[in-house]
């Protein structure tokens, strides 16, 4: 069993549980069509990517997750 538990497999679990949070904020929000999307892009991301370059897969759902976060809020959270 890998045990990983460095910066990259933290990074990667917090791309999918805010990935997760959106797609679950875009259904709560009645926006289906983005959350399909999402489901989508995500299927591809985890999926499809791993056979052309595994190493690129954390990378792509963050991409998601940046696009999601400016459909599904509007733009950029703001942090002060």
């Known amino acids: 069993m890998n045990a990983d538990v460095g910066s990259l497999a933290i990074g ?3 791309v999918r549980l805010v990935l ?3 797609i679950g904020k875009a259904i709560v929000d009645q926006r289906y069509r ?3 999307i999402a489901v ?3 299927l591809v991301g985890i999926l499809g ?3 052309v370059n595994p190493a690129l ?3 792509y759902l963050a991409i998601v997750d940046i696009g999601l ?3 599904i809020v ?3 959270i703001r942090i002060t």
């Open 12 to 14: 990667t679990w917090v």
């Open 20 to 22: 997760a949070g959106l």
């Open 34 to 36: 983005v959350a399909l």
């Open 40 to 42: 989508v892009l995500t």
């Open 49 to 51: 990517i791993p056979r």
């Open 57 to 59: 897969v954390t990378s």
């Open 69 to 71: 976060m400016f459909v």
């Open 74 to 76: 509007g733009g950029d």
